[in-house]
């Protein structure tokens, strides 16, 4: 067990004399487990939301600001790049100089970066201040993590993961709602001046809330040829997955990043058991449980936000949905993570988390084969039960598979663990995007030109047929200008027939996935150092 001070505002007589004593309780608000938990709720909130809620604005921004298809996948592909690439090692600064310190850096540059954007004139500055919404996200989220494991003790640590998860998953399926409200009534620029009062808000609440944990061992020296060598090879995998998309999973290019990347993880592993002060000690990857968490949050991520992926253009493209009524529609999956998170917290608390994480990926499973049925006459109802079903397989793995992995690592690398644990999301993310994207896309370029013919529409040149096949990729019908009602129908019918066909495998292969994960989940255990934080430190 890793023993723990408090970095304590009143001076080094009296941290001296509190280090002595032992623990005591928290007094008033400072130091609080709850309020602490609410206070970095709000800031993590404000990432969470911007996963998401920027999609909706995307239209808007490429419309006012005049710019391109590749400039609008840049407002996401730029954030997402900076905030994968760097979560180990903003983890690694929270371990070494205070999760509160961190913390409030992170929430204060987010919050400035979102007030620039909704400042900028041009999508170069709107990309710009996005990748550093990504760095300054990236310091906050592991920071958030270390503050819940070293202020809750053990038997209350995965109920407060579990409302941590809650918010999360609330925001992120919140986010398309949000968004279609303020670009709707307000501004696209709404979507991001709205981080500003949150972030005064959080700043506000950590100031006078939050305390500092730093583990007597923390690490005194930072491993700067590591953290260049992981940065490296995670941007190299990050941009492989990304533009994948544009180049081919066969193309050169892809395979070229993808080993670069390869050799980079190599090279980053022989560094680390050569430096005094590794970045990530691979000792830690010898506890079974924590390397089956991050292998689980990865397949957990590859089916959830893979699948999630085709089925907004399914409710906006196929059923004809605003983007409102969309988000709406996906109350179901928002209310189960809500309702589910807290619940699986306490569950797992009393269970331990490896009947909970495997029963969570089995409904995850049969949520996914549920969605391979859904048609273009499928009724609200019967899409609620498998939203509904998805958000109670997700909520308990959220919530356990976070758990395992801050848990079974030791106190002074409780900010790398939360890196990890937040890095395996984004990379799982990515990878189901762009691998189910890729079934998609092989899906429907072998259906498209049987059906066309089938339905005795005139045959495509082949320029046609790639500009077609890349509108029906996400649900759209390719219909030009002028055509008549009766031939509009028929394309329609075509566009959307030969989507479901290729949204109902990618979600079979989602369902895979998630079997595969259930297994995974049978080598998970209770963190063995979740006792560390336990109440340590209150003043």
Request: glycine residues 14%; charged residues 10%; proline residues 5%.
């Amino acid at each position: 067990m890793t023993s723990q001070t408090t970095v304590d505002p009143k001076g080094p007589a009296d941290k001296a004399s509190s280090a002595a004593s032992g623990p005591t309780p928290a007094k008033g608000l400072r130091g609080h487990p709850w309020f602490t938990l609410f206070t970095v709720a709000v800031g993590v909130m404000m990432v969470a939301l911007d996963g998401t809620i920027v999609a909706i604005a995307n239209p808007a921004i490429q419309k006012d600001l005049n710019a391109s298809f590749a400039d609008v996948q840049w407002i996401t592909n730029g954030y997402f790049l900076a905030l994968a690439v760097t979560l180990i090692t903003a983890g690694k600064l929270g371990d070494r100089f205070g999760h509160r310190q961190t913390f409030l850096i992170g929430v204060v540059g987010f919050a400035a970066a979102s007030g620039a954007i909704g400042l900028s004139d041009s999508i170069a500055f709107v990309i710009v201040f996005r990748v550093f919404q990504g760095l300054f996200g990236a310091l906050l989220m592991p920071a958030a993590l270390g503050l819940l494991r070293a202020t809750f003790p053990a038997e209350k640590l995965n109920m407060a993961i579990g409302i941590w998860g809650m918010v999360i998953g609330a925001s992120t399926a919140g986010g398309p709602i949000l968004g279609g409200v303020l670009v709707e009534h307000v501004s696209w620029q709404s979507v991001f001046f709205i981080n500003v009062p949150v972030g005064i808000l959080a700043v506000a609440l950590g100031v006078g809330i939050l305390l500092d944990h730093r583990a007597e061992n923390a690490p005194r020296s930072f491993d700067l040829l590591g953290i260049g060598l992981l940065s490296g090879a995670m941007f190299c995998l990050v941009w492989a997955i990304i533009k994948a998309g544009d180049w081919g999973w066969g193309d050169g290019l892809t395979w070229t990043f993808i080993v670069v990347s390869v050799v980079g993880f190599g090279l980053f592993a022989f560094w680390e058991t050569r430096v005094r002060e590794p970045l990530i000690p691979l000792a830690l990857f010898r506890s079974v449980p924590l390397s089956a968490g991050v292998v689980l949050m990865v397949l957990m991520a590859i089916a959830f936000l893979g699948g999630l992926f085709f089925v907004t253009f399914y409710l906006q493209n196929v059923h004809g949905m605003s983007p409102i009524d969309a988000g709406l529609h996906l109350l179901p999956l928002t209310g189960m993570m809500i309702v589910g998170s807290p619940l699986a917290g306490a569950v797992i608390t009393k269970t331990g988390p490896r009947i909970p994480l495997a029963g969570g990926m089995a409904f995850t499973a049969l949520a996914m084969y549920g969605m391979s049925t859904l048609d273009t006459g499928t009724s609200g109802p019967v899409m609620s039960i498998w939203f509904a079903l998805l958000g109670l397989g997700l909520a308990p793995v959220m919530v356990g598979a976070t758990e395992v992995i801050v848990g079974n690592a030791p106190m002074e690398l409780s900010g790398v663990a939360g890196g990890l644990q937040q890095a395996a999301m984004q990379i799982g993310g990515s990878l189901g995007t762009a691998v189910l994207g890729a079934v998609m896309a092989s899906k429907v370029n072998s259906d498209l030109a049987g059906n066309w013919a089938d339905a005795k529409l005139p045959p495509l040149t082949p320029a046609q047929q790639g500009q077609a096949s890349e509108a029906v990729q996400v649900g759209a019908a390719p219909v030009p200008q002028g055509t008549p009602p009766e031939v509009a129908e028929k394309i329609t019918n075509v566009a959307h027939d030969t989507f479901i066909s290729g949204m109902s495998l990618a979600s079979l292969v989602a369902a895979g996935v998630a079997i595969v994960a259930i297994f995974v989940a049978l080598l998970t255990k209770r963190g063995v150092n979740a006792e560390a934080g336990a109440g340590v430190g209150h003043v």
